[in-house]
């Protein structure tokens, strides 16, 4: 799996990224949402950066930052952003923390999806664990190509399920 999302091209990258911004503006979820939480992509995810540009007019945005082995929601700012942990777009120090109790909706990525809700992650465990924390009650996007989408993986104890996933056929 992660040799066909590494495998898709820039140009089919950011079609499918545009028309996955289109599709979570279509939730009602997103609607209703006045914090959504969102990932800056590494080079084989759907890219987001769209929608962090638009949303930011109109809805409270977080992205993660690694902090050792946990992760935290910390506001938006594009004038902020380094590169952190593992290469990915983080907010600077200076970005204020979002508590997980504020995230109303969180799009997040995964190297593979089923329709059920289960994900395979990268390996570490840091939204696994983000989302397991008592105050989290956001409700949990997963985003992806469509070839990630399959029938079935392995699911442990400690995998939390999307409530729901937004690709692009």
Not at 67 to 96: K, N
């Amino acid at each position: 799996m992660r040799s066909l999302n590494r495998g898709v091209e820039a140009a089919r990258r950011a079609a499918v990224s545009l028309q996955l911004v289109a599709r979570v503006e279509s939730l009602p979820y997103f609607a209703q949402a006045r914090t959504v939480g969102l990932y800056c992509a590494l080079p084989d995810e759907p890219d987001l950066s769209e929608g962090l540009r638009r949303w930011s007019a109109s809805k409270r945005l977080a992205v993660p930052r690694v902090e050792g082995d946990a992760m935290r929601l910390f506001d938006y700012d594009p004038r902020t952003l380094v590169r952190g942990a593992f290469g990915i777009l983080e907010t600077g120090p200076e970005a204020r923390l979002c508590p997980p109790g504020e995230i109303d909706l969180l799009l997040i990525p995964g190297v593979a999806f089923t329709r059920e809700g289960a994900r395979c992650g990268r390996g570490r465990g840091y939204y696994d664990r983000y989302l397991s924390q008592p105050g989290f009650r956001g409700v949990k996007i997963g985003i992806c190509y469509a070839h990630q989408v399959i029938a079935d993986l392995p699911v442990e104890a400690h995998d939390v399920r999307m409530d729901g996933l937004v690709f692009v056929e």
